[in-house]
């Protein structure tokens, strides 16, 4: 290697793009073209830095397997960050196999934990946690031990395990500071920040209030009967009933919860699970249907009694009935929850994420654009979609500091 690819990795490596650039800006060698790409996606050319990429890895030749997988594993990170999901997983995997028999296991762990990022966009936990077991970090630089750590507090998260997420993200900060790479410290801090952010809100006796993360874990360790709003069940500590494939009777279940220990008129009961302005015969036969549909689902957790106007839900023992709902409530509030992390998403990334269709997802995003609530840049297949920016909001970073080429 050449004394000027070593030092624009060198350049690259302590998080400086454009120190690497001025070393390799005009040269069209395969290492060269990868070291260009790689300091272009820092620089958030991400369609400059993939086309470079590309050109690196034909460029290198077939004895040159390493190189040629390290190009594709930067390609997968750069289609990560940009919120292309749709990179090949194959690809990605056979690349990582490469690296790890060639005997180069930090861009083979590399690759591992962008797979890792990738299932938590899409909600794939279990998959996640499964890749996370197999990953010793023990010898990892300090740049990829950020890495890391943030997947470690990221799962935690969403397990609601607050705890486990603060240590890992105050190991994190550790290893951001031995890294010395500033955006990677600015991504433990934004991840850090969804641990003081509202969650969600608690709907209990007629009021409301926001939750952090932490209250949302102590809400479902506690004693209470929670009709959770944000993944559609009802459940205690120890027992959950999914009504997410029944929406009649988790509208019905959440209309009880929010008026507990009231009941709930047989009018009201109507609007909210059919949305009927009147209501007449067939509505009220059909609310005696689903009012015994939902009593024989919540049976091991509470009765649902009928009163003189309506029907009351009476929890098991004596603890309280809260409902969980989401800090935002609105139509395509999905939508704009995926878009809420300043990353450009494409639609078809958004598709992958929701599991909806495409064409579901084009409409929620136009009917957001109407209203100003998301904005687009680019054209056709290039065309990204985010919300608008927010004064002092830090966005999160996902490539660290590439490992050099040699």
Not at 116 to 134: F, N, P, Q, T, V
């Amino acid at each position: 290697m050449d004394s000027l690819i070593t030092a624009a990795a060198r350049a690259l490596a302590a998080g400086d793009p454009l120190g690497a650039l001025k070393r390799v800006a005009l040269r069209d060698d395969a290492p060269a073209l990868a070291l260009r790409g790689i300091a272009m996606a820092r620089l958030g050319d991400f369609t400059r830095a993939k086309e470079l990429l590309r050109r690196a890895g034909r460029a290198f030749g077939p004895r040159e397997a390493i190189a040629r997988s390290r190009c594709v594993v930067a390609e997968a990170e750069i289609a990560l960050v940009s919120r292309d999901l749709s990179f090949p997983s194959k690809s990605l995997a056979a690349a990582r196999a490469t690296l790890a028999a060639r005997g180069d296991a930090l861009n083979a762990a590399h690759a591992g934990y962008l797979e890792i990022r990738r299932l938590l966009l899409i909600g794939s936990l279990d998959a996640a946690e499964r890749m996370l077991d197999g990953l010793d970090p023990a010898p990892f630089p300090p740049a990829l031990r950020v890495g890391h750590e943030l997947v470690v507090a990221g799962i935690a998260m969403r397990r609601l395990r607050t705890q486990p997420a603060r240590e890992a993200l105050a190991r994190a900060r550790d290893a951001a500071r031995r890294a010395r790479i500033a955006a990677l410290a600015a991504e433990v801090e934004s991840t850090a920040h969804l641990l003081a952010t509202p969650a969600a809100r608690l709907i209990a006796r007629g009021s409301e209030r926001p939750l952090l993360l932490e209250e949302v874990e102590a809400l479902m360790a506690s004693k209470a009967l929670v009709v959770d709003a944000c993944r559609y069940a009802v459940r205690d500590s120890r027992t959950t009933i999914s009504l997410n494939r029944r929406p009649v009777l988790f509208a019905l279940a959440r209309a009880l919860g929010e008026a507990w220990p009231q009941d709930v008129s047989r009018s009201l009961l109507i609007a909210r699970a059919f949305r009927g302005k009147h209501a007449d015969e067939s509505h009220r036969a059909r609310l005696r249907v689903e009012i015994g549909r939902l009593r024989r689902a919540l049976q091991p957790l509470a009765d649902l009694n009928a009163t003189p106007d309506g029907f009351v839900l009476e929890p098991h023992g004596r603890r309280e009935v809260t409902v969980l709902a989401l800090p935002v409530e609105e139509e395509h509030a999905a939508v704009l929850a995926f878009l809420a992390d300043g990353e450009a998403w494409s639609s078809s990334a958004l598709s992958v994420a929701l599991g909806a269709s495409q064409r579901t997802v084009q409409r929620a995003l136009d009917a957001l654009a109407a209203t100003g609530k998301v904005q687009s840049v680019g054209r056709a297949r290039a065309r990204r979609w985010m919300t608008p920016p927010v004064p002092g909001f830090t966005t999160t970073l996902l490539l660290p500091a590439p490992l050099p080429n040699g």
